[in-house]
Nanobody, 124 residues
Framework: QVQLVESGGGLVQPGGSLKLSCVTS????????MAWWRQAPGKQRELVAD???????NYADSVKGRFTISGDNGKNTVYLQMNNLKAEDTAVYYC??????????????????WGQGIQVTVSS
């Protein structure tokens, strides 16, 4: 199956920036959607941003104007640029992707995968 590996998290001061990356374990023929979610302690997982295969993006109101999602199909990678970070952005961030890969016969096979999560902490 397709595994997703996140990187780029860490500790940053309020007002700072981080860029998260999520790369697939195998080559993807086509993504249908790529997304970033987050879950803060004691809260439900929420959608932060997503991007469709056509490039249409969608953002949570709380991050509009501060976060930017982008994808690089050639590198099988989705990014989340996070600027002007706030304490309330502290959470575990999860990458999520759906699409198609080539199975051992070369036929398209559908996948839907989640990353293991990466911690982002915004604190002075």
């Amino acid at each position: 199956q397709v595994q997703l590996v996140e990187s780029g998290g860490g500790l940053v001061q309020p007002g700072g920036s981080l860029k998260l990356s999520c790369v697939t374990s195998i080559r993807i023929v086509r993504f249908t959607v790529m997304a970033w979610w987050r879950q803060a302690p004691g809260k439900q997982r929420e959608l932060v941003a997503d991007i469709s295969s056509g490039g249409t993006t969608n953002y949570a109101d709380s991050v509009k104007g501060r976060f930017t999602i982008s994808g690089d199909n050639g590198k099988n990678t989705v990014y989340l640029q996070m600027n002007n970070l706030k304490a309330e952005d502290t959470a575990v961030y999860y990458c999520n992707a759906e699409g198609y890969y080539s199975d051992f016969r070369g036929d398209p096979a559908k996948f839907a995968s989640w990353g293991q999560g990466i911690q982002v902490t915004v604190s002075s």
